[in-house]
T-cell receptor
Framework: SQQGEEDPQALSIQEGENATMNCSYK?????LQWYRQNSGRGLVHLIL?????REKHSGRLRVTLDTSKKSSSLLITASRAADTASYFC??????????FGPGTRLSVLP | DGGITQSPKYLFRKEGQNVTLSCEQN?????MYWYRQDPGQGLRLIYY???????QKGDIAEGYSVSREKKESFPLTVTSAQKNPTAFYLC??????????FGSGTRLTVV
C-alpha cells in the first residue's frame, strides 16, 4: 500500500549546488514528512508539513506541499558532502501509521 | 537523553531458528512500529502498536510476531516461518500527529 513515490530515484550533484527531490502521493493526507537516512543507519526526521501549509523552512531545507497536485518537494540549498544520504517522504493519510516511499539516493560530490 | 534503542546491531540466524530483536524507548511515546528495509528499497511495515497490550499487523506480518507488555518495549520475533529474513530492521516510535523517532536498526543475516 505504497503512498508516496520519490523522484528521481538517484541524484548526483556537486558540492555547493542545490538538490531538489519530489514526492507524489495518491490519496488525501493529514501531513507529509521528509526523512534522511545515512547508509546503514536509522532514519532521521527532517520536516513535517501539514495539509493546510504550503511551505516550510528549516536551515538549508525548504519543503513545499501542493495538495491540488498531490505532490511535495524537498530543496537542499548549498549542498555539502555530508548531505549524501537517502531521502524518504512519508505520508500520514489519516491512518494509524505513515507510508514511506522508496526514497531518493543523493550523492554530493566534493 | 531520550531516545529509542535497538539491539543487537548485528544478528545472525541459523535456518529454522527464532530470533528476537529488542526495541526500547524512553520518550514516553504511545505508538511503536517495526519496519523492514531491503537493500536499496523503502520501508515496509511489519507490525505496529498504538497502546500497551494491543498491536496490529502491517503489510508484511507473516513470519513475524510482536508483544507490547510495556509502553517502553516492543520486541520483534522473527520466526522460522519467515523464509527470507535477511534484512535491515528498524523500530520507530511516535506521538500522534508528529514524526517518527527511529532507532539505529538491527541487521539480520541468515547463515
Amino acid at each position: 500500500s505504497q503512498q508516496g513515490e520519490e523522484d528521481p530515484q538517484a541524484l548526483s550533484i556537486q558540492e555547493g549546488e542545490n538538490a531538489t527531490m519530489n514526492c507524489s502521493y495518491k490519496t488525501s493526507i493529514n501531513n507529509l514528512q521528509w526523512y534522511r537516512q545515512n547508509s546503514g543507519r536509522g532514519l532521521v526526521h527532517l520536516i513535517l508539513i501539514r495539509s493546510n501549509e504550503r511551505e516550510k523552512h528549516s536551515g538549508r531545507l525548504r519543503v513545499t506541499l501542493d495538495t491540488s497536485k498531490k505532490s511535495s518537494s524537498l530543496l537542499i540549498t548549498a549542498s555539502r558532502a555530508a548531505d549524501t544520504a537517502s531521502y524518504f517522504c512519508a505520508t500520514d493519510n489519516y491512518g494509524q501509521n505513515f507510508v514511506f516511499g522508496p526514497g531518493t539516493r543523493l550523492s554530493v560530490l566534493p | 537523553d531520550g531516545g529509542i534503542t535497538q539491539s543487537p546491531k548485528y544478528l545472525f540466524r541459523k535456518e529454522g531458528q527464532n530470533v528476537t530483536l529488542s526495541c526500547e524507548q524512553n520518550l514516553n511515546h504511545d505508538a511503536m512500529y517495526w519496519y523492514r528495509q531491503d537493500p536499496g528499497q523503502g520501508l515496509r511495515l511489519i507490525y505496529y502498536s498504538q497502546i500497551v497490550n494491543d498491536f496490529q499487523k502491517g503489510d508484511i506480518a507473516e513470519g513475524y510476531s510482536v508483544s507490547r507488555e510495556k509502553k517502553e518495549s516492543f520486541p520483534l520475533t522473527v520466526t522460522s516461518a519467515q523464509k527470507n529474513p535477511t534484512a535491515f530492521y528498524l523500530c520507530a516510535s511516535s506521538i500522534q500527529g508528529n514524526g517518527y523517532t527511529f532507532g539505529s536498526g538491527t541487521r539480520l543475516t541468515v547463515v
